[in-house]
């Protein structure tokens, strides 16, 4: 299997602008994680999905950001309006026994 | 809140056992001790956990005291790619909660 797969790596953006972030789960996993990691606040859990369905989003920070996850393969974090102080690398992480989760390679995401 | 302490940093010589040790003290009968590590630049890693027996698979060992207040990490023969921040995580749900770890740097 290829891992879990983010998309971008890397993104760049203005502040105000609209920011959506990709990750394709490892087949079969039924949870699915997004956090977020600065220096100054560490690994952050965001939200998660169990079977599709969001079951915790009491790390979302604010109405800004938001989580889909329309079926079993695919997953959106999007961000609008995008801020500097968005600027982290965003993890997606997925696994079939909740404890066991396998990370992306993350997107690492400047807001100027 | 958090439920783990853990030495900012430590120093193990390339060859030699790595021992992390993380307390615990509040832990609660049902929450497990999770270790996690994350290498520069990437995503964290699962490598093992337990409940309250000692556990072992092929990254590494998990001690539990029997009070089960504090665990330690034994990496047996440490490698320059065993470098990176090591995570103890305490907890019972599908939500890991990861503190600040442990930065072990391997040295020659």
């Known amino acids: 299997d290829a891992g879990v797969i983010q998309s971008p790596r890397h993104e760049v953006t203005e502040m105000g602008q609209e920011v959506t972030l990709r990750c394709k789960p490892i087949?079969?996993?039924?949870?699915l994680f997004w956090y977020r990691q600065t220096m100054m606040r560490g690994l952050e859990l965001l939200i998660y999905?169990?079977?599709?369905?969001?079951?915790?989003d009491s790390g979302m920070p604010e109405d800004r950001f938001s989580a889909k996850m329309p079926n079993a393969s695919f997953s959106t974090l999007k961000i609008q309006p995008s801020e500097p102080r968005d600027s982290a690398v965003y993890f997606c992480?997925?696994?079939?026994?909740?404890?066991?989760?396998?990370f992306g390679p993350g997107t690492r995401l400047t807001v100027t | 809140d958090a439920k783990t302490t853990q030495p900012t940093s430590m120093d193990c010589a390339e060859g030699r056992a790595a021992n992390l040790p993380c307390n615990h003290s509040?832990?609660?009968?049902?929450?497990?001790v999770y270790w996690y590590r994350q290498i520069h630049s990437q995503g964290p890693q699962y490598i093992i956990h337990?409940?309250?027996n000692n556990e072992t698979n092929e990254m590494a060992s998990l001690i539990i005291t029997e009070d089960r207040k504090s665990s330690t990490l034994i990496l047996p023969h440490a490698t320059l790619r065993d470098t990176a921040v090591y995570y103890c995580?305490?907890?019972?749900?599908?939500?890991?909660?990861f503190g600040t770890g442990t930065r072990l740097q391997v040295f020659p």
């Open positions: 999905f169990n079977n599709n369905v969001p079951i915790d």
């Open positions: 509040t832990i609660s009968g049902n929450e497990y």
């Open positions: 337990g409940l309250k």
């Open positions: 992480a997925s696994s079939l026994i909740s404890y066991e989760q396998y």
């Open positions: 995580i305490v907890g019972n749900t599908d939500k890991l909660i």
């Open positions: 087949s079969g996993h039924d949870y």
